[in-house]
């Protein structure tokens, strides 16, 4: 009874697990994300909302529906978003202009989560022997 159950939570662990890798591989999958952004001509910028001093005077706002693209540089690793097709700006880091695209999610260093610490088979309650 008590193999069963431990059965059962390492069951649901690797169940979580797939889900949160599934997740994590998805997020890693989305180059980019649409989203509701604001333009000031005045101003020449794109943002998820207005700055106040627009409002105030009266520039022309426009929104829009853009992208959401996520880069990374090439030579630190440094990560940036744009709504255009490269960031504008060099990176803040080492100030080098050479992005490249990125997923949503950071790639991880190093071996998989769970991947070397749990062997599915590998705890001496199941009936499997060799
Ligand atoms: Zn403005
Ligand atoms: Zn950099």
Do not use: N
């Not at 591989?25 to 943002?47: F, I, L």
């Not at 409002?55 to 693209?69: G, Y």
Request: proline residues 3%; aromatic residues 8%; hydrophobic residues 25%.
């Amino acid at each position: 009874m008590v193999a069963q159950a431990d059965e059962e939570l390492q069951q649901q662990y690797f169940h979580s697990l797939e889900k949160k890798e599934q997740l994590e591989e998805k997020m890693r999958d989305t180059m980019e994300v649409p989203c509701r952004v604001v333009s000031c001509a005045q101003c020449k910028y794109t943002h998820y909302r207005a700055l106040d001093s627009c409002s105030e005077q009266a520039h022309k706002l426009t929104w829009h529906s853009a992208k959401k693209r996520f880069f990374r540089c090439h030579h630190c690793g440094e990560r940036a978003v744009s709504f255009d097709r490269l960031p504008k700006r060099h990176c803040r880091k080492c100030g080098v202009f050479k992005w490249e695209r990125d997923g949503m999610l950071k790639e991880k260093k190093g071996p998989k989560i769970g991947g070397e610490t749990l062997q599915p088979r590998g705890r001496g309650t199941t009936s499997v022997s060799e």
